[in-house]
C-alpha cells in the first residue's frame, strides 16, 4: 500500500509540476486556474474515496457525500460562476465604467499643441519591418541565426524611433546561442534612410536573452511566471529601450474586475531583457521613459463598452450606442505624452464620426473631442483617391494639430512598400486632402489649402500669429508635380526662409526683390516658415470711383 501511494503522489507531482511549467495558469480570482485546480483536486478525491471503498469491498453506490459536495462545489466554480459573474446582463454599470471618467475635451488645439513638423511619424510599422530586415539580411551569418521580432514605437532621447528585438529562429538557433540573440533593431519613425542595427552598448555586448523566442528558464513568461507571479496576471509584452539604450521588457500587469472578465492595468513589470532582473511598479511610480503600461487591447474593449452599454444591457434600438472605430494609433504630444488615439462612430454608422479620444497609455485618463469627422478609413480612402492615377497605397494614418486642426497624417506608399508621398486630411472634412512629394511639402499645401478662402474650416491654432511689414531680400521659386512654390528672404529676419503659394494672394508672382510687403505668420521654430497671409505694398492696386484701377500710394 506505502509503494503504492509513493507512486500516485509521485506520478501526481509530475503531473502538477507539468502543469505548471508548460500551462503556468494563474491563481487568482478571476482567472481560470484556481477553479480548474480545485476542480482536479476535488475529482482526484472523489476518486481515491471511491477506490478505497472498493478495496474495502464496500458498495459503490453508497453515497461519499464529503467528497462529492466538493465535486459538485467545484464544478459550479469551475463553469458556472465564470459566466454568472462575468455576464453583462448582470454587470453593465461595471463594464460602462471600467474606462474610468471620460471627460469632455474643449479643444483639441488647445490641450494637443501642434507638433514640430520634423517630428511627424511617416514611417509606418510595416515598413520599419521591411527596413531592418534588410538591414539584417545585409549579415547573413546573423541573418541565420535570427528574425526580427515586432516592431514597437517609442520616444528615445527626444526621438521618435521604431524598436525590434533579435528573436531566435528555433530552438536549435536558441540552443546555440543561449547567451541571447545579438542586438536589436532601431529605425527611425521620421526617417526612413536612418536605420541602425544595436549589438553593443558603451563597449559591452547586447545579449537578448530573455525573449519570447527563447526556452527553458529564458522563456521570457516562464521567466516572469517562476519568479513570483505564478498569483498575479500580466500580458501585453513590449520591447523598449531606455535613454542609454538598455533593452527592456514592458509587461502589464493586470487584474480581472467584472467576474471573470473586464481586464485592468495595475502595475507594470520591467524586465531587463540581458540579465533578467525583474522590477515591479505601480502605474503612478512607473519610470518616465516607459511609453505605456495601458494595452490597447485593454482600452479599446472598454471604450467599446463604455459606448455599448450607456443605456445598460438592454438597448434594442441601439439608441446612442456608440464603438470605437476600426484601429487604433499611438500619438504624442509635444511634451512627450503619449495617447492612444481612436475615433468614435455611432453603431451601424460608416464613414462618419461623431468624435474622437485620446486615452493615456499611462494613466488611462480620457478625453473625448465632440467633433463630427471622418474615420480613419474613410481618410485613407479620400487620400488615395487623390492620386488614384498613381496607385499608391495609404498607411492607417496618425492626428496631428496642424494649424489647430485635428488632421489625419499618412505616407502614400508604391506596391514595393515604399514612401512616394505624404497626405494629410483634416478630420472633420475628409474632401480636403494636401498631398506632398515630402513631408514638408505636404505641409506647406495643406496649410495653403486650409487658408484658402473656399473651405469651410477656419485655422484654430493656439499659437500666436504674427504681423509684420518688411522688404524682400532674396526670392526664388521651386516648381515640384506642377506646383510653384516661392520661397523669400525678409529684411530682418537672416536666418529665416519663407514660403507661400499663390493660393495665398495673387501678388506672390508679380513680386520682386526690394518690394514692399506686409505678412502674417504663424509662430513657428522651424527654419522655414509658411506665411499665411501677404500683401505687396509696392503693387497692390485699388479702384477709383470710375472704376479705373491706379496705384494705391
Known amino acids: 500500500m506505502g509503494k503504492t ?27 481560470m486556474g484556481l477553479p480548474l485546480a480545485f476542480l482536479f483536486f476535488s475529482g482526484l478525491i472523489f476518486l481515491i474515496e471511491r477506490t478505497r471503498q472498493l478495496s474495502k469491498g464496500k458498495s459503490v453506490r453508497k453515497p461519499l457525500i464529503i467528497p462529492g459536495i466538493l465535486l459538485l462545489i467545484s464544478i459550479i466554480y469551475a463553469f458556472v460562476i465564470p459566466s454568472l459573474s462575468s455576464w ?15 471627460k469632455i475635451g474643449e479643444s483639441f488645439a488647445k490641450d494637443v ?18 527596413l531592418g530586415d534588410k538591414v539584417l539580411g545585409g549579415q547573413p551569418s546573423l541573418g541565420s541565426q535570427a528574425h526580427l521580432g515586432t516592431f514597437r514605437i517609442q520616444k528615445v532621447n527626444g526621438e521618435f524611433v521604431w524598436v525590434a528585438p533579435l528573436i531566435h529562429s528555433g530552438i536549435f538557433k536558441w ?18 534612410r536612418d536605420v541602425k542595427l544595436v549589438q553593443s552598448i558603451n563597449g559591452k555586448d547586447v545579449k537578448i536573452k530573455y525573449q519570447p523566442g527563447a526556452y527553458a528558464g529564458d522563456f521570457l513568461t516562464r521567466h516572469i511566471y517562476m519568479n513570483g507571479y505564478m498569483t498575479q496576471g500580466f500580458t501585453d509584452y513590449t520591447f523598449e529601450i531606455d535613454d542609454e539604450g538598455t533593452p527592456f521588457w514592458v509587461v502589464t500587469l493586470y487584474d480581472k474586475t467584472v467576474g471573470f472578465a473586464g481586464s485592468n492595468a495595475k502595475g507594470v513589470l520591467v524586465v531587463n531583457a540581458m540579465n533578467g532582473e525583474i522590477n515591479e511598479y505601480s502605474i503612478k511610480d512607473a519610470p518616465v521613459w516607459l511609453d505605456r503600461i495601458q494595452p490597447k487591447e485593454f482600452v479599446q474593449r472598454q471604450l467599446d463598452d463604455w459606448g455599448q452599454f450607456v443605456h445598460g444591457w438592454w438597448n434594442p434600438s441601439n439608441e446612442d450606442k456608440l464603438t ?3 484601429g487604433m494609433s499611438l500619438v504624442y504630444d509635444q511634451n512627450d505624452k503619449s495617447y492612444w488615439f481612436t475615433g468614435l462612430t455611432s453603431v451601424g454608422g460608416d464613414e462618419g464620426t461623431v468624435g474622437f479620444v485620446l486615452v493615456d497609455t499611462r494613466t488611462k485618463e480620457t478625453i473625448w473631442y465632440k467633433q463630427v469627422g471622418a474615420t480613419e478609413q474613410a481618410a485613407m480612402n479620400s487620400a488615395m483617391g487623390k492620386v488614384q492615377e498613381k496607385r499608391y497605397h495609404a498607411s492607417f494614418p496618425l492626428t496631428y494639430n496642424i494649424n489647430g486642426v485635428p488632421t489625419y497624417v499618412m505616407p502614400l506608399k508604391d506596391q514595393a512598400g515604399l514612401i512616394k508621398m505624404v497626405a494629410m486630411v483634416p478630420v472633420q472634412d475628409y474632401s480636403m486632402v494636401a498631398v506632398g512629394n515630402d513631408l514638408n511639402e505636404a505641409v506647406r499645401n495643406y496649410k495653403n489649402t486650409l487658408n484658402g478662402s473656399s473651405n469651410s474650416i477656419v485655422p484654430k491654432s493656439n499659437s500666436v500669429r504674427f504681423s509684420t511689414k518688411t522688404v524682400i531680400s532674396r526670392m526664388a521659386s521651386d516648381i515640384r508635380e506642377g506646383s510653384t512654390s516661392y520661397y523669400l528672404m ?25 518690394d514692399s510687403i506686409l505678412i502674417q505668420y504663424d509662430e513657428s521654430k522651424e527654419e522655414r516658415i509658411d506665411i499665411v497671409r501677404f500683401d505687396n505694398l509696392s503693387i497692390t492696386p485699388t479702384k477709383t470711383e470710375g472704376g479705373e484701377l491706379k496705384k494705391m500710394e
Open 324 to 326: 470605437t472605430t476600426d
Open 175 to 192: 540552443f546555440n546561442n543561449k547567451d541571447g540573440a545579438h542586438g536589436y533593431v532601431v529605425v527611425s519613425a521620421t526617417n526612413e
Open 113 to 130: 499643441a501642434p507638433i514640430s513638423h520634423d517630428k511627424i511619424r511617416i514611417v509606418d510599422q510595416e515598413l520599419a519591418y521591411r
Open 88 to 102: 453583462a446582463f448582470f454587470r453593465a454599470d461595471d463594464y460602462r465604467n471600467l474606462i474610468g471618467e471620460v
Open 490 to 514: 525678409l529684411d530682418g529676419y537672416p536666418h529665416k526662409i519663407f514660403s507661400v503659394t499663390s493660393a495665398i494672394s495673387n501678388e506672390i508672382p508679380l513680386s520682386l526683390v526690394g
Open 5 to 31: 501511494i509513493i507512486k500516485y503522489t509521485f506520478i501526481l507531482g509530475l503531473f502538477v509540476w507539468l502543469v505548471l511549467y508548460f500551462g503556468m495558469p494563474t491563481f487568482a480570482w478571476g482567472f
